[in-house]
């Protein structure tokens, strides 16, 4: 069972695909979920991902963004038969017997709440299941890893987290402050997550999480997934073996029971990555200018661990946790199964 905490479905070397085309804001009518998509996915062993809908950042329109495009997501899974929704953990069980690919629904923002509370239970029952509160940014719940204030939590942030918890949604803590991250899981009734993240005693950027936010997590029974991300290095040109040691001190800092991935990243691996590189400058650029980059994101690195791509990721990562001596029945938690058993302590709690 491979479960992917934060990840993409799409063909990245399609024209105009989403995950190669740079656009600063998500609309996933962009996304190219066609037969190389699916098949990659079958192949790479995926058994779920969360992947990211809504609003993140930019000039739409929050709400009403969102809305639509949870209704561009039900319409791809609704004409892909490869793919399901997951509601419960039994969705995720389902999949894996039924040779399907779960897709959980999450967002990267709480900006499409407003200050309207009932907007949580909306999006429960629109099949939303993982929720982060903020994106690198503050906004009104809290302030984002790239926030200088790092401020905690606001009155509605802790408001929210109690709603977030009430409709058994996981509080995701990816791109938080670490007052804030802090803050939410101390006020959190539910266990919380970081579902895509580094170890920051490894890297010293703020994107990644200190031991004291990892530990604190996995006492109150969360969940921490590692990405598949420049972070994990400190030139940014990451490599597998850099994933490696970040899951080896996050199962060091948290235990077996509560560490996986979250690659934020495709299974389909990008063809030619010279193009690709030529338009990766100008959306850092964007990134930038728009007040949404992170520390460690550069021109000239990859937003991806080079090494770690396509349909055998899983596969090497896999390789290099056995090579480290990892059990057999530990690397089945860490890829997957760990993520499983905090969806049942939340979803289903």
């Not at 890829?335 to 709690?349: E, I, S």
Request: some cysteine.
């Amino acid at each position: 069972m491979i479960i992917n905490a934060l990840g993409i479905l799409d063909n990245p070397n399609a024209a105009g695909s989403l995950s190669a085309a740079h656009k600063l804001v998500q609309d996933s009518e962009d996304l190219t979920i066609d037969a190389r998509t699916l098949a990659d996915a079958h192949a790479s062993g995926l058994t779920a991902v969360t992947i990211t809908l809504g609003y993140t950042i930019g000039d739409a329109e929050p709400y009403s963004h969102t809305l639509h495009e949870i209704e561009v997501w039900d319409r791809i899974i609704a004409s892909h038969p490869d793919l399901v929704q997951v509601r419960t953990p039994d969705d995720i069980r389902a999949a894996e017997r039924d040779g399907r690919i779960g897709v959980v629904y999450g967002f990267q923002n709480t900006v499409a709440l407003g200050y309207d509370l009932s907007r949580v239970h909306q999006f429960r029952d629109l099949g939303v299941r993982v929720i982060q509160l903020t994106y690198n940014q503050a906004n009104h719940l809290g302030d984002g890893a790239m926030a200088p204030a790092n401020g905690g939590l606001t009155p509605f942030g802790r408001e929210a987290v109690e709603a977030l918890c009430d409709s058994h949604i996981m509080v995701d803590l990816s791109h938080s402050g670490e007052n804030t991250c802090l803050d939410a899981i101390r006020h959190a009734k539910l266990p919380v997550s970081i579902n895509h993240t580094g170890c920051r005693a490894l890297v010293d950027l703020p994107r990644n999480k200190t031991d004291e936010e990892l530990r604190l997590v996995a006492e109150a029974g969360g969940f921490v997934g590692i990405y598949f991300m420049p972070f994990v290095h400190p030139t940014g040109h990451a490599r597998a073996d850099d994933v490696v040691e970040h899951i080896v001190h996050a199962v060091n800092v948290c235990g077996e029971d509560h560490v996986g991935i979250g690659t934020d990243g495709t299974v389909t691996s990008i063809d030619d990555l010279d193009a690709y590189r030529a338009r990766l400058a100008e959306h850092v650029a964007q990134r930038k200018a728009a007040g949404v980059g992170a520390a460690g994101e550069r021109a000239d690195t990859y937003p991806f661990v080079v090494d770690l791509r396509g349909v055998d990721q899983f596969r090497t990562l896999i390789g290099l946790l056995e090579r480290r001596g990892f059990s057999s029945d530990r690397i089945e938690k860490i890829m997957g199964r760990n993520f499983l058993a905090y969806a049942d302590r939340v979803w289903t709690a």
